[in-house]
């Protein structure tokens, strides 16, 4: 584990307030924040999976999913556990909501500096990092300090995110970062709300603060039959982007049933391919994933 550098006292002198996400946990001694990682310890807050990978791969930059970002290249891919969002169809549950059971001493997969990230990144041909598979912005300390590392070797940064930053941890990451694939899961604060216990506003915030720092961005929005899926609720997504920059890439993937939705059904080609049309009324660049 190392000392955040995201977080602030409050008065009382014992209360931290974390600020790398928008949830903008107030956590008590020996607390942890939603995101389960973060943890004050005697009024210091601290990372707890600082250096502790549970998840790396060598994959195709597509797969992130970025299609126009060094094409056919390799990211060198790694991720913790926990998530400050607790998706009810999340795809990657076993690793985002493994902070949540009980009894999780944080003693899991390999302990690395961001040194041999580096090292790795590099002898497997890769030619950025990628922070994913689970959400990023709650180990962004950890971040850091490896993407300062990747990009005096000459590695770009991606992160693969929830988008829920805050103003003040995105200007902490984004000089390091050179590409981002952000989902937009819906364009309802009830469906973030209810289905992913977050909120609409900071995810929208996050995407116009990428686009003008430069950051390249492509945004996915997994469509799930009955929750996300009404025309006009897509067209409320696709023109938002439009908003932004037309040119910005929008993946529309189908969704399995996984984690506590496993009653649901498959997207259907015909609502997928519904979504593909109606974002090419406002986006140049629009592709279907998981088919
Ligand atoms: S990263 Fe977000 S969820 Fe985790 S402690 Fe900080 S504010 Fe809370």
């Not at 943890?39 to 195709?60: E, T």
């Not at 006009?232 to 399995?256: C, G, L, M, Q, Y």
Request: charged share 25%; glycine share 6%; net charge positive.
């Amino acid at each position: 584990m190392k000392e955040c550098e995201l977080y602030g006292v409050e008065r009382d002198g014992k209360t931290v307030r974390c600020f790398a996400c928008s949830h903008k946990c107030l956590i008590k001694n020996g607390d942890f924040g939603i995101c389960g990682v973060r943890r004050n310890l005697n009024s210091k807050l601290y990372l707890m999976v600082y250096g502790k990978i549970a998840s790396m791969g060598i994959d195709s930059i597509e797969k992130k999913p970025l299609y126009h970002f060094y094409p056919r290249t390799k990211a060198f891919s790694i991720g913790t556990v926990g998530c400050n969002f607790k998706c009810e169809g999340c795809q990657n549950f076993e690793i985002s909501q493994i902070n949540k059971q009980e009894n999780f001493n944080f003693n899991f997969g390999e302990d690395v500096d961001p040194g041999e990230i580096v090292k790795d990144a590099l002898s497997t041909g890769c030619k950025s990092i990628a922070y994913t598979y689970n959400e990023p912005a709650i180990f962004l300390e950890f971040v850091k300090d490896i993407a300062v590392l990747a990009r005096k070797k000459g590695l770009k940064n991606i992160l693969v995110t929830n988008g829920y930053f805050t103003k003040e941890s995105f200007d902490y990451i984004a000089p390091y970062i050179d590409a981002m694939n952000i989902d937009l899961k819906s364009f309802s604060n009830d469906f973030y709300l209810k289905y992913c216990g977050s909120k609409l506003a900071p995810v929208l915030d996050t995407i116009k603060r990428a686009h003008e720092k430069g950051i390249w961005i492509e945004i996915t929005t997994l469509i799930i039959p009955g929750l996300n899926d009404r025309e006009r609720d897509i067209e409320k997504i696709a023109s938002f982007i439009a908003s932004i920059d037309k040119n910005i890439p929008w993946h529309v993937t189908r969704f399995f049933p996984m984690y506590r939705m496993t009653t649901k059904q498959i997207t259907s080609k015909e609502i997928l391919e519904k979504a593909y049309k109606i974002g090419k009324k406002y986006l140049n660049d629009v592709h279907m994933g998981n088919v």
